[in-house]
């Protein structure tokens, strides 16, 4: 056997550590999401264990142990005079603040999906795929809460102005089809910053579409699929994170440049990715590879996928996608920590 470093078993068991105490922390930020823990104490703290759950209306005995955890990870803090929590700004911006970054969402969207480990460990075994709507039904809120904050910062300031021509077409009117929408929260940003377009949004998964409705705005929203969703002509199409989980990516390519009119845009956007596993073992990665194991990829087999592209396919594989469906150009133009965006013509 080969002799062990002990420093390095030292490094690895301090990732351990850390690791381990993140994934049983992640139900503990769910409940002080759902309980209104963490708006509480943005509002009106600092308290005591007490006087939290007296202003929650939540058991003393539970807060007492729930409040030094997350003080022990930082997303609260502590003062050992007073014995007081409280929330700095940005700990109540990241985690109490609707429009902030919403970040008890990520760890609502880990949850619900680890609880569907049973049907993961299956597929496993067995190569089968898991479909979008055979998810634990959190998974689709919390999805929608992961994504958000993203599209909200960055789609109509940054994403759209760097698509030439997009952002005056889509302000004198055209229509828009949001594939793959789930929720609608992409569908919604545009059409409230560009209200003279007509916006559908199409999801194959009609508890998301149902769920998007109650909150259409102008918005419609229809169940189909990305291979074969109604309508022609369109001035924009926008694949929001979803390419990657389709069982026929190009397949649907081919029916969105069909669907587009001759002058008309696919706008792309995809989490980020370099174009090979060892660009991508970082941090961000991580967290898409584990996510891509459990709902990406087994989405994708479950429509049929022989090769499923995987939510860290790059810019290589998602242009040969495009350019195997017969679209003109493929262009990456603009990408933040999270996500890559590009644009394609027909």
Not at 229 to 248: I, K, N, Q, R, S
Request: proline share 6%; net charge negative.
């Amino acid at each position: 056997m080969t002799e062990l470093q002990q420093n390095q078993l030292d490094e690895l068991l301090g990732r351990f550590v850390a690791d381990l105490g993140a994934t049983v922390s992640a139900g503990n930020v769910v409940i002080g999401d759902k309980l209104g823990l963490y708006r509480a104490l943005a509002e009106a703290g600092p308290f005591t264990a007490a006087d939290l759950a007296s202003y929650t209306g939540t058991a003393e005995r539970y807060v007492r142990e729930w409040l030094p955890g997350q003080a022990a990870g930082g997303y609260i803090s502590y003062d050992d005079v007073t014995g007081r929590y409280s929330m700095t700004a940005e700990q109540a911006y990241a985690f109490a603040d609707p429009d902030g970054p919403a970040l008890p969402g990520a760890f609502q969207l880990a949850v619900a999906g680890l609880a569907d480990t049973p049907k993961i460990l299956d597929a496993f075994r067995t190569g089968n795929g898991v479909a979008w709507g055979d998810h634990h039904p959190e998974v689709y809120t919390g999805c929608e809460r992961f994504f958000r904050p993203g599209y909200v910062a960055n789609l109509v300031g940054s994403w759209i102005p760097a698509v030439d021509g997009l952002g005056e077409r889509l302000t004198a009117g055209i229509a828009v089809a949001d594939v793959g929408c789930g929720l609608g929260a992409s569908t919604r940003i545009m059409a409230d910053a560009f209200p003279a377009s007509a916006y559908t949004g199409f999801d194959p998964h009609d508890g998301s579409i149902a769920l998007a409705r109650k909150a259409a705005g102008q918005c419609t929203f229809e169940v189909a699929r990305a291979q074969d969703f109604p309508g022609t002509g369109y001035g924009l199409v926008a694949t929001f994170d979803c390419l990657h989980d389709m069982g026929d990516p190009v397949g649907a390519a081919r029916h969105i440049r069909n669907a587009l009119a001759g002058d008309g845009y696919w706008l792309i956007v995809e989490p980020f990715a370099g174009d090979s596993p060892g660009e991508n073992l970082n941090p961000v990665g991580r967290v898409y590879y584990s996510f891509s194991t459990y709902l990406c990829v087994p989405h994708a087999i479950s429509e049929g996928a022989a090769n499923a592209l995987g939510n860290q396919a790059g810019e290589a594989p998602t242009g040969a996608v495009v350019r195997e469906a017969g679209f003109r150009t493929f262009q990456r133009v603009a990408e933040t920590p999270f996500n890559l965006v590009y644009v394609a013509r027909p």
